[in-house]
């Protein structure tokens, strides 16, 4: 079992997690007090949905999602927006450890984002070609980048491009529902040839989208030689 995992059954037996947001979850999962040192919130629900699913603990301690209208009313626009940096994502073959500690963060404009549930962001730095023929907002996702991720957008739509995360591995990919072949298909988006991921509907998959990418904010530093 995985670390997180059996911290959070270790909190489930003395905590109602259904009470707890997912963030609250990931500052009881920390081995300190340094408010730094946590689980980010994507990594629980991750997680918990994974024990859920294997019935080591009860749905009914799942939190309560808060929504759109209640997270907005908390407060007005910031003039940037805080964003942590959770790790990287393949943007090709999995072989990239997404990490939940905090990298750092992105300061990015409200402008530049498609929501206000701005406490349900994370970004993720790409590494690969698979993506770079990808369109979010009008821009591809080339290795280096940055892209922004809506943790609770986890049932995305046709043709939309997720977080996948599998065996503690992130990647990015477009997402399709073949409902005639009845199948669901991650596709990369790229100059290169890449092979597609199939699905199963009857399988676990929601477990595996830990949120869809909403922008992509593009990474001018230089590589170093």
Known sequence: MHPIQEKLVRLSRIRDLSKLSYREIGRQLADSDNPNDRVHPTNVKY??????????????????????????????????????IVGS?????????????????????????RTKNYNDLFALRASGESMNQAHVMGKAIDDGDF??????????????????????????????????????ILRSESSKDFSPIFLNPEDNWDGLVSGTVIQVIKNSTPSAA
């Open 89 to 113: 994502a393949n943007c090709g073959p999995a072989t990239i450890f997404a990490d939940e500690k905090i990298e750092g963060y992105l300061q990015v404009s409200p402008s530049l984002l």
């Open 147 to 184: 892209v922004i991720v809506d943790s609770s957008k986890i049932t995305p739509r046709d043709g939309e491009r997720v977080v996948v995360v599998r065996d503690d591995v992130a990647n990015i990919k477009q997402i399709f529902f073949d409902h005639e072949e009845q199948v669901i």
């Open 47 to 84: 997680h918990l949905e994974q024990l859920i699913a294997d019935g080591k603990i009860d749905a009914s301690q799942r939190p309560v999602v808060r929504t759109a209208a209640s997270a907005s009313a908390d407060t007005s626009s910031p003039e940037l927006v805080k964003v942590p």
